[in-house]
C-alpha cells in the first residue's frame, strides 16, 4: 500500500520558504527554498528606471562628476575650496551644484556665511568608485 504524500509550504521570513512533504506518518524531509525576486523591467517599474536615469544625466558632465569626486575625498567643502581646485569661476560652480543638489546627489550645510557640501546619495557614491576605482 502506498502512503499518501502532501506538500505543504510553510513561509519562515519574507524570502525563506520551507517545502515540507508529510507522508501518513511523519514529516519525511524539508527543502529551504529562496523566493527569487522578479526582475525590474521599464515595464514593472518605470519611475526607478527614469530616478536612475536622471542621475546618470547629472553625473555625466566632466565638471559635475569631479566635483563629486572631490567631496567624497574631503568629506566636504565649501565652494571657495571647490573653486580653487577647479580653477573656474565661482557662478559657474554653484550652477553646479545646484543641478547636483536639485538632483538629491549633494546636500549643503550652513555654517555661517558658508555653505559646506557633501555627497549624500549611495548610487552616485557607487557609481563614482565604480568609474574612478576608489
Given at each position: 500500500?502506498?502512503?499518501?504524500?502532501?506538500?505543504?509550504l510553510q513561509r519562515l521570513t519574507q524570502s525563506?520558504?520551507?517545502?515540507?512533504i508529510i507522508n501518513r506518518y511523519k514529516i519525511s524531509f524539508?527543502?529551504?527554498v529562496s523566493k527569487t525576486r522578479q526582475l525590474e523591467t521599464f515595464t514593472t517599474n518605470p519611475k526607478l528606471?527614469?530616478?536612475?536615469?536622471?542621475l546618470l544625466k547629472v553625473l555625466a558632465h566632466p565638471v559635475r562628476l569631479c566635483i563629486v569626486k572631490g567631496l567624497?575625498?574631503?568629506e566636504e567643502c565649501n565652494v571657495s575650496h571647490i573653486?580653487?581646485?577647479l580653477d573656474m569661476p565661482?557662478?559657474?560652480i554653484s550652477q553646479h551644484l545646484a543641478k547636483l543638489r536639485g538632483a538629491?546627489?549633494?546636500e549643503g550645510k550652513r555654517y555661517g556665511l558658508e555653505v559646506f557640501y557633501s555627497v549624500i546619495n549611495d548610487d552616485a557614491k557607487k557609481i563614482v568608485r565604480l568609474l574612478f576605482g576608489s
Amino acid at each position: 500500500m502506498k502512503a499518501a504524500y502532501k506538500i505543504k509550504l510553510q513561509r519562515l521570513t519574507q524570502s525563506k520558504y520551507h517545502y515540507i512533504i508529510i507522508n501518513r506518518y511523519k514529516i519525511s524531509f524539508q527543502i529551504e527554498v529562496s523566493k527569487t525576486r522578479q526582475l525590474e523591467t521599464f515595464t514593472t517599474n518605470p519611475k526607478l528606471f527614469k530616478e536612475k536615469a536622471e542621475l546618470l544625466k547629472v553625473l555625466a558632465h566632466p565638471v559635475r562628476l569631479c566635483i563629486v569626486k572631490g567631496l567624497m575625498a574631503q568629506e566636504e567643502c565649501n565652494v571657495s575650496h571647490i573653486q580653487n581646485c577647479l580653477d573656474m569661476p565661482q557662478s559657474t560652480i554653484s550652477q553646479h551644484l545646484a543641478k547636483l543638489r536639485g538632483a538629491g546627489i549633494i546636500e549643503g550645510k550652513r555654517y555661517g556665511l558658508e555653505v559646506f557640501y557633501s555627497v549624500i546619495n549611495d548610487d552616485a557614491k557607487k557609481i563614482v568608485r565604480l568609474l574612478f576605482g576608489s
